[in-house]
Structure formats: structure tokens, C-alpha cells
């Protein structure tokens, strides 16, 4: 993820007209009080660079268990903060945190790329069954263009199977070196062309493997595209817009080309999933202002945003806003990594801009919040709160939801506390996913033979369904337990979420209540419930 430059100060949470105080007197947003029964609750867990995970690389056995141990305390972690979806890095550069059929395994992972882990070790497919068993999504996190900090890496063989990753032979990589000024030498970045057709297929080829291979709930990329700052005219891809503009016999623009690769490549994701695996949510996570500073924002009857400059439509050459008007994305993330104080980028004006973007376009909208925006304190957690009850206010009621960055800063590796704090504050009850009415979904009917055995519920299975278990005391009636907020009941009620047909009833929950279960399947829908023993008591 970029990261912006913060100007950190002590947040100023009373901004709106829905503040109160807290008993400790500390101001809040209305809405961080209220915790809605569908709400995206997701946490970016960076593989890359050591960030979040793992702490430690190697191909032993010894090194594997470390890593497996290691992943699971932090999602233990991530559950009792009450995050629903983790976003999990796994290609951050080329590479893969799988078996890939197509890219080799990352240095992150072994110390060395397209190097082995020890056999059988597979941390995707490990990381979305864990998340699973604690009924949490897993979003496979893909940075779709980024090959290398540096010049492109030599030819090395694929994770699974026979045959070698080599972008440089196929012509599919372009390398920007920029200089800091004439006495440095400067960096360099090492990108799969945008503008190539088959290194656009290749990102088609890899998403399409994760999604079929895993069985993922998501798929989202990050905001690296273009190389930034990417210069326009003679050299680079110069030849292959002029080429390519010819051909199609346009008179686009070299950097309106550069947006519409982007797009291509969003586009053609999108209808692999329609065909592969419609179900997956979709989502990308643009630096935080957007808008092209007014030019791509009119062309949808919008304002561009009062705060900030736009450096995404210029410098990397993307437009977001294309990709929601074009329903390409279920949802965008964008990157507001300032807290409410900030001199020129304040949280709660670019959120707002988000949200009706959203709603204009039929869309979701999550936000991203830095949680490193501030230290760690109790002002860093009133902000991170007081931001959580924004994105609910700029939400229609049904599809609020926020994403932290980074985990590092929830699980205790970089900061501890926030997971505390939203487990007892913003996160009280657990949260369904936001359904998504644009994609077609059939009503599977209620579950039959709902029963109990013991200490575990259980149920006939329904197909590619996920299920809502629900334990309510006996001195509440089923008419008292509906939800306001949603099918069913309230989610003060909900024991978990259940990807099999059983959940073991947790010890304090197994005497004095009576039981339900809804189907609740992979587009964020619930279905009617089931009841055990319900009634007047």
C-alpha cells in the first residue's frame, strides 16, 4: 500500500452534529455507538517487506510451524477486535504466497525467490481455512501490476508444476528509473506493462487461478499502476500508443491510453469472475483523493473533492471512477491514511466524497484507515473510532464498512490496544458482510433438520452456502428478537458464522437460550432462519 505523508496531531473528534460524550468525557461520533448488523470490518495483512507477517522466512518445517503459529494468533487477534474480512497479501511483486501455476514463490516467504517453502506448506490455502473456522472472510490481495523495486528479476521457475516465470523474454515489462538529481543515481521500478495485451492477459491468468483454485471470498488490488511519475511523449511505451491508437484509429490522448489500459485490465477481471466465480467481491483501493481534480468527476455530473489533489490520474494514471460507473468493482477502498486534523487532507470531507461517489455509481464504499495515523494512545484510538462512525453516517445503512492498515498495528507486533478498543467499543456485536443487490442470488430456502446434539447445533447443508447461528435468551420472545437492521435478528444474538453444517455452542451460551441458523451466502445475503425451541419461556 502507499502510504501518504501524515501530519499527525491530537484528533479533533467533535466535527459533526451527531457528537456526544463518552463516560470517560472523550467526544465521539453518534454513529461509532451503533453497530449495524452488515458492515465491511476488514484489516489489510501486508506479506511483503515484514510489514504484518510473516516475522520470519525459511524453507525448514521448523519454519513453516513458526508462520502457521504466527498467522493464527494474529487472526485469534483480528476475531476478538471483531474484524469479518481479512485482506491477505498474497503477490506482492510477481510472485506468489501459493502454488502458483504461473509465478514463483516469494522471497518473502523462503528469504529467496522462486525458492520452496517446506513441503506441503501452503499459506493461502492455510490462511482461508483459519479465517473460515473463526467464520471470518479472506480476500485474496493482489497487487496487479508491481514487479520488482529495481530492475525486473530473472528468469525463475513457477511454484507449481513445470515451466519458468520470465516477463522480460515475453516483452511484458517496463522499467522506469527516476533521478533524485544529478548527483544520485536514483531508484527504479519494474512493472508488467499495462499496455501490453498478454502481461494483461497473464494478470487475468493468475486472479482466475486464485479464485478457482482457493476458495476466497474476495479479490482486491492495491493502487499501484503506472510506474508515478511515469513521463509522457518519446520513450517508454511511447511507440506502443502510437501503435496502438493507429490500429484503433483514435485520437486518444498517450496519458487518456495509459488510463484505458488500467481499465482493460480492471474490465477484463471483472467478467473472468462473472464467468469463474461470481460470487468473489471485488473491490480496488485508490490512493485516497480521486476525481482528476474535477475533469473525470464532471463527466459523471460530480464535484471533485474540496480537499486534497488528485496525483492518481496524472502521476500513475488511473480513474476510478470509471471503474464504478463501469460496474467493473463491487466496492473501492480508498486510501484516507489522514486523521480529522490534518491541514490539507481531513478525513471527514474526503469520506463524505466517497461515499456519494458510491451511491452515485450503485457501489460500496470501505475506507481505509491508517491505523499508525497517530501514536498509540488513547487520542489514536478515539480517532480511529470517531473515523469508524463517519464511514457509517456516509453509508446508507446497509453497507458502511472500513479496512485498517496495517495489521501490524492491531495484532500487537507495532502497536497494541486498537484490537481492545473496537472488541468493547465500535465492534461490540459482530457483523454480516454487505450484501450486494447488483449480482444475482437465489433464495436457497430455510435449513432442515435443525437439531442439537449436545453441545453442537447442527444442520442439512445447503449448496455454496455460508450460515448465521444465533443463540437468544429464553426470556426473549422471537418477535422481541428481531433485527431492525436486516433479516432476521439482532446481532447482539449472533454466535458466529459457520462455513460447514455445525457450530459447537460456546460454554457460556449452552443453557437458558434457544437457537437459530439462516443460510447467509457468499453475495452477503441471509435467508430465513431456522428456530430450535423458541417461545415465550
Known sequence: MMVAALFCAAPLCARTSHVQATAGGRPVVEETLHCPKHEMRGAWLATVYDIDWPSRQGTTAEVAEE???????????????????????????????????FEPWSQYLTGERGVRPAAGWD??????????????ELHAWVNPFRLANGTAPQRVPVAKGKGFFDPVS????????????????????????PGNPGARKHIVDVCREIVTCYDVDGLVFDDYFYPDGLPLGAGYDFAEYKRDVSRQK?????????????????????????????????????????????????????????VGSDWMYDRIYCDPLRWLADGSVDYVSPQLYWPSDHETNPYEPLARWWGKVAVRFGRHCYPSQSVGCIPESDEAWCEQGYQVGINRGNSTGSDAGSIFYSTAHISGKKMSGLADYLGANCYRYPALMPAMPWKEAVNPGAVSSFRRDGNVLEWSPKDKMRYVVYAVPNGVTLLEALSEDGRNFEPQYIIGVAYEERMEIPDDLRNGYWYAVAPYDRYGNEWDAAVLDAGEK
Open 67 to 101: 508462520q502457521k503459529k504466527e498467522l493464527s494468533e494474529i487472526l485469534d487477534i483480528l476475531k476478538k477486535a471483531g474484524i469479518n474480512a481479512v485482506m491477505f497479501q498474497v503477490r506482492s511483486m510477481g510472485d506468489a504466497m501459493y502454488a502458483s501455476s
Open 123 to 136: 499459506p493461502l490455502e492455510f490462511a482461508v481455512t483459519e479465517a473460515h473456522r473463526r467464520g471470518m
Open 170 to 193: 515475453k516483452g511484458w515489462v517496463m522499467t522506469y528509473r527516476k533521478r533524485a538529481n544529478k548527483r544520485q543515481k536514483g531508484s527504479a521500478v519494474s512493472v508488467l506493462d
Open 250 to 306: 483514435n485520437r486518444m490522448s498517450q496519458a487518456d491510453w495509459r488510463r484505458n489500459n488500467v481499465a482493460k485490465t480492471v474490465s477484463e477481471v471483472r467478467k473472468m469472475l462473472e464467468v469463474d466465480a461470481p460470487w468473489v467481491r471485488f473491490g480496488i483501493s485508490p490512493a485516497g483523493v480521486a476525481g482528476g481534480n474535477g475533469v473525470s468527476a464532471s463527466r459523471y455530473g460530480l464535484k471533485a473533492p474540496e
